[in-house]
């Protein structure tokens, strides 16, 4: 199963406005886009409390500038929730109150619902209690409304587009990785055909790469094929030298101890790509990890991180989506 978090996170800090264009185009039109926009990520944790931290769902702050001016700044929380949830639309109330309480400013509560369940779509938190009557409502978008538009958003210039059809080809492909490896291949390969530049490319293949994960067995055929496609191309996503890597660890893997041989393929890209002092730190981390299945995960994404750091939001939903797969 995808980590959906880490992938949403990113996708929504690298294609902010493209996602509210496709998404929530009301919106989009009311902001003032020559302003640019400013991420409060931080400043949302400070009024999330420790004890909800382990479990939230993916959340973005954003300061924008509206078109029609009657304000200098206002804020745009989203919040991409994969799984249905029952006390969602009251945390939705909760955050909205608090945002609009610290800063003293509007605020615009924004629902993007990636769940599966067809007819799941709150959009209300009520409350009543002795005459006092309250009720929030907000915007939302469900993604499964996209299912049936594959052929738009594949064509789409908008690269959010894109996400959105990769989101939606995960949850499908699910328990197919032969069908999963297709649609991975097909979205990669549109990428290079829309005439987007190498830093594009580059950008979404990362996130694609992320959200359709596949099975090992998988990977090394989808790094070959790669392989021809960046030769016709001549636009390396990653480099030969980094392939042979991961080549390296999945074969490792596969014939001296699954465990320890994904490690070292994990530490040999981690080192090709970063040096082995920026690396050992995270190792050290990595070699604690008990699963195969989060190392596998981990192997996969080390070839498109930007820092060694940023694989731990990777291990930290995986483990948590593996905890929970124990419990059902």
Same mark, same amino acid.
């Not at 990520?41 to 954003?62: F, N, Y």
């Not at 490690?263 to 090709?272: Q, Y």
């Given at each position: 199963?995808?980590?959906?978090?880490?992938?949403?996170?990113?996708?929504?800090?690298?294609?902010?406005?493209?996602?509210?264009? /496709?998404?929530f185009p009301?919106?989009?039109?009311?902001?003032?886009?020559?302003?640019?926009?400013?991420?409060?990520?931080?400043?949302? #944790?400070?009024?999330?409390?420790?004890?909800?931290?382990?479990?939230?769902?993916?959340?973005?702050?954003?300061?924008?500038?509206?078109?029609?001016?009657?304000?200098? !700044?206002?804020?745009?929380?989203?919040?991409?929730?994969? #799984?249905? $949830? *029952?006390?969602?639309?009251?945390?939705?109330?909760?955050?909205?109150?608090?945002?609009?309480?610290?800063?003293?400013? =509007?605020?615009?509560?924004?629902?993007?619902?990636?769940?599966?369940?067809?007819?799941?779509?709150?959009?209300?938190?009520?409350?009543?209690?002795? %005459?006092?009557?309250?009720?929030?409502?907000?915007?939302?978008?469900?993604?499964?409304?996209?299912?049936n538009r594959?052929?738009?958003?594949?064509?789409?210039?908008?690269?959010?587009?894109?996400?959105?059809?990769?989101?939606?080809?995960?949850?499908?492909?699910?328990?197919?990785?032969?069908?999963?490896?297709?649609?991975?291949?097909?979205?990669?390969?549109?990428?290079?055909?829309?005439?987007?530049?190498?830093? #594009?490319?580059?950008?979404?293949?990362?996130?694609?790469?992320?959200?359709?994960?596949?099975? /090992?067995?998988?990977?090394?055929?989808?790094?070959?094929?790669?392989? /021809?496609?960046?030769?016709?191309?001549?636009?390396?996503?990653?480099?030969?030298? $980094?392939?042979?890597?991961? @080549?390296?660890?999945?074969?490792?893997g596969l014939?001296? %101890?699954?465990?320890?041989?994904?490690?070292? +393929?994990?530490?040999?890209?981690?080192? &090709?790509?970063? +040096?082995?002092?920026?690396?050992?730190?995270?190792?050290? =981390?990595?070699?604690?990890?008990?699963?195969?299945?989060?190392?596998?995960? &981990?192997?996969?994404?080390? @070839?498109?991180?930007?820092?060694?750091?940023?694989?731990?939001?990777? !291990? *930290?939903?995986?483990?948590?989506?593996?905890?929970?797969?124990?419990?059902?």
């Amino acid at each position: 199963m995808a980590v959906f978090d880490s992938p949403w996170k990113e996708s929504l800090d690298a294609y902010f406005e493209p996602f509210l264009q /496709l998404c929530f185009p009301a919106v989009h039109r009311e902001i003032d886009w020559t302003h640019g926009y400013e991420s409060l990520d931080k400043e949302l #944790q400070k009024i999330s409390p420790a004890s909800e931290t382990g479990h939230r769902v993916v959340d973005k702050l954003m300061k924008v500038c509206r078109t029609s001016g009657e304000e200098e !700044w206002i804020l745009v929380h989203v919040e991409v929730q994969s #799984q249905a $949830e *029952t006390i969602f639309p009251e945390r939705m109330f909760v955050y909205h109150y608090r945002l609009r309480d610290r800063y003293n400013r =509007k605020v615009a509560s924004l629902a993007v619902l990636g769940d599966e369940e067809a007819n799941w779509r709150p959009d209300c938190y009520r409350d009543e209690l002795l %005459g006092c009557w309250l009720e929030f409502r907000f915007p939302i978008v469900k993604l499964l409304d996209y299912a049936n538009r594959t052929e738009e958003l594949e064509v789409s210039d908008n690269p959010f587009a894109i996400f959105v059809l990769a989101h939606l080809k995960s949850q499908e492909t699910m328990n197919d990785s032969s069908s999963r490896y297709v649609w991975k291949f097909r979205l990669v390969k549109g990428l290079y055909e829309k005439g987007w530049n190498k830093a #594009q490319v580059r950008c979404l293949f990362r996130l694609i790469d992320w959200i359709l994960d596949l099975p /090992l067995e998988w990977e090394e055929q989808f790094s070959e094929q790669m392989s /021809l496609l960046e030769e016709e191309k001549q636009m390396p996503y990653v480099t030969s030298i $980094e392939r042979l890597a991961l @080549k390296k660890g999945l074969e490792q893997g596969l014939e001296q %101890g699954l465990e320890q041989g994904l490690l070292d +393929g994990i530490e040999s890209v981690l080192e &090709i790509r970063f +040096g082995a002092a920026a690396t050992a730190s995270t190792m050290t =981390k990595i070699r604690k990890l008990p699963s195969a299945e989060i190392l596998g995960t &981990i192997l996969q994404a080390a @070839k498109t991180i930007d820092r060694p750091e940023d694989l731990e939001d990777l !291990w *930290t939903g995986k483990s948590e989506e593996l905890r929970r797969k124990d419990r059902e």
